[in-house]
């Protein structure tokens, strides 16, 4: 998921997909501990992305107390 894909959602669709990515995650984790992950790569994948939707849901937080006073 890119970045440009991540700023076109409403911020209830990006926490959805964060939630979404969480559980991955988690499912990831467990089946590399537990069985043979078909996909290690996914895990990388999953955690950039998140990273991606934590970065613009904080960016969007922060843009009202970066507007210039006039």
Do not use: C
């Amino acid at each position: 998921m890119k970045a440009k894909e991540i700023r076109e959602l409403t911020d209830a669709e990006a926490q959805a997909k964060l939630r979404d990515l969480r559980q991955e995650m988690f499912n990831l984790r467990l089946q590399q501990q537990t069985a043979r992950i078909e996909r290690p790569s996914r895990i990388h994948e999953v955690r950039r992305d998140m990273a991606r939707l934590e970065t613009v849901l904080r960016e969007r937080q922060l843009r009202p107390l970066t507007t210039p006073a006039k």
